[in-house]
């Protein structure tokens, strides 16, 4: 949380704080543990019971943090290589996460067997999450049947776009809204405008109920298209894109509006997360190669950009620029509400 990433540089907070903060964190030795030390206490833990023991706490932070009235709750779903240490050849090196749109805290982690892909570890990452009342969203990969039914069969719904990977399904969206003039009793709509520097963004929804009692998909309710145009202020170019996606949530449960804002923020998953990791804390960079070092390493970043989020900040560099100069607010986001 003080922006020291690595396990050299976690040792040299103990050297460069002194025994005044160290023994806040209960250490009272003269120093606090070397590189070597952190090395050794790492490779020792379990790192299984480590993402079950953040899961939990995860949850916990849900639960005190209720949502408003009526609002839904939508948790993104995706994974992630450590690509330095991919390259030196750890096993297992891509991790697929959980994390929440609304908070912006890991929900949960598994590590991706070299010899499979995500789909494979879905199962896990299943076990470890509280599905009742959330939405699911993924990338296309992850738009399987039997994923669906999983997230159905657990209480939760999902939000899944549609490309070519499920042909079929994603022939019969195209059709409806090619259709849409016949099919018009069936459709809602929601559009957005947004402007990014040189850039006009405009998205467009539309969700139509057509395919219910025609598609077998489990627990299907709705089916979508969106139409992201954007257009360059000074040239007046326009660049068109259109996808689509399924959902097991009713029209009655979600309007047009919130199934565009629930697709737009399965994004933060990479925003907010994702890149955090790599720019932030420097993670692709990282060469630790030692069993599942690079995995518990990954943890403690997702801990400590979970605390950060829950801690109101938005930019996590400038936050952990912040907690350096003042570490007291460090320790108070652990719970050590002490005085600097």
């Known amino acids: 949380m003080c922006g020291y990433r690595s396990q050299a540089a976690i040792a040299e907070w103990g050297t460069n704080y002194g025994r005044k903060w160290l023994a806040r964190l209960g250490i009272n030795?003269?120093?606090?543990?070397?590189?070597?030390?952190?090395?050794?206490?790492?490779?020792?833990l379990d790192c299984q019971q480590l993402e079950r023991v953040?899961?939990?706490?995860?949850?916990?932070?849900?639960h005190s943090h209720p949502l408003l009235s009526n609002a839904l709750e939508a948790v993104a779903v995706d994974g992630k290589t450590l690509c330095g240490s991919q390259q030196q050849g750890v096993r297992d090196a891509h991790l697929?996460?959980?994390l929440s749109h609304r908070l912006g805290v890991v929900m949960a982690q598994v590590a991706v067997a070299d010899q499979t892909n995500e789909i494979g570890q879905w199962d896990e990452l299943l076990a470890a999450l509280v599905l009742e009342g959330r939405i699911i969203t993924a990338d296309s990969l992850l738009t399987q049947r039997e994923i669906a039914q999983s997230i159905v069969d657990s209480g939760g719904?999902?939000?899944?776009?549609?490309?070519?990977?499920?042909?079929?399904?994603?022939?019969d969206i195209a059709l409806v809204f090619a259709e849409s003039k016949l099919l018009r009793d069936t459709i809602?709509?929601?559009?957005?405008?947004?402007?990014?520097?040189?850039?006009?963004?405009?998205?467009?929804?539309?969700?139509?109920?057509?395919?219910?009692?025609?598609?077998?998909?489990?627990?299907?309710?709705?089916?979508?298209?969106?139409?992201r145009t954007v257009t360059e202020k000074a040239t007046g170019e326009t660049r068109r894109e259109v996808a689509y996606a399924i959902t097991s949530l009713s029209s009655e449960r979600a309007t047009a509006r919130q199934l565009l804002q629930i697709w737009r923020e399965h994004w933060h998953i990479e925003n907010?997360?994702?890149?955090?990791?790599?720019v932030t804390f420097d993670e692709d960079r990282s060469q630790v190669s030692t069993e599942r070092i690079p995995q518990v390493m990954a943890v403690l970043r997702n801990?400590?950009?979970?605390?950060?989020?829950?801690c109101g900040a938005e930019n996590i560099a400038a936050a952990t620029r912040r907690y350096a100069a003042r570490p007291a607010l460090a320790l108070a986001a652990v719970g050590l509400n002490l005085r600097e």
């Open 29 to 44: 030795r003269r120093r606090g543990p070397s590189q070597p030390t952190l090395h050794r206490i790492f490779k020792g």
């Open 96 to 98: 697929l996460s959980a």
């Open 303 to 310: 801990v400590a950009i979970s605390l950060l989020r829950i």
């Open 54 to 62: 953040v899961a939990r706490w995860a949850e916990l932070v849900m």
């Open 157 to 171: 719904d999902y939000l899944l776009p549609v490309k070519e990977n499920q042909a079929c399904l994603h022939e």
């Open 272 to 278: 907010r997360l994702h890149w955090v990791r790599d």
């Open 188 to 227: 809602t709509t929601a559009r957005t405008v947004d402007q990014h520097g040189s850039r006009i963004e405009e998205r467009r929804l539309r969700a139509s109920t057509a395919l219910s009692g025609y598609t077998d998909w489990p627990g299907h309710q709705q089916v979508m298209e969106v139409e």
